[in-house]
């Protein structure tokens, strides 16, 4: 079956940078658009980023220039590299097979000094 596994969370100071990584199996990864999202208590979930099966990106305005979104279709891995951390990304971030219900356990990110 499908499964996505997040890793790479914690604790950071405001300006820092964290690496999320999510890892699946049980599917051929290359063929499938891949998504970040986020979630704060009482809000929706969020899309942060989507990449395509050929590689097209697109960014939610608040994280563009300060996230990259990447995949490793030989190690089956997508990948959020971000940067210059603001309190305000402090949620919980999943790794979503795109408009699937296939989702991740969540990460906690938590931005504070």
């Known amino acids: 079956q499908v499964q996505l596994v997040e890793s790479g969370g914690g604790l950071v100071q405001p300006g820092g940078s964290l690496r999320l990584s999510c890892a699946a199996s049980g599917i051929i990864f290359s063929y499938y658009a891949m998504g970040w999202y986020r979630q704060t208590p009482g809000k929706q979930r969020e899309l942060v980023a989507h990449?395509?099966?050929?590689?097209?990106?697109r960014y939610a305005d608040s994280v563009k220039g300060r996230f990259t979104i990447s995949r490793d279709n030989a190690k089956n891995t997508m990948y959020l590299q971000m940067n210059s951390l603001k309190p305000e990304d402090t949620a919980v971030y999943y790794c979503?097979?795109?408009?699937?219900?296939?989702w991740g356990q969540g990460t906690q990110v938590t931005v504070s000094s």
């Open positions: 979503n097979l795109y408009n699937t219900d296939h």
């Open positions: 990449i395509s099966s050929g590689g097209s990106i």
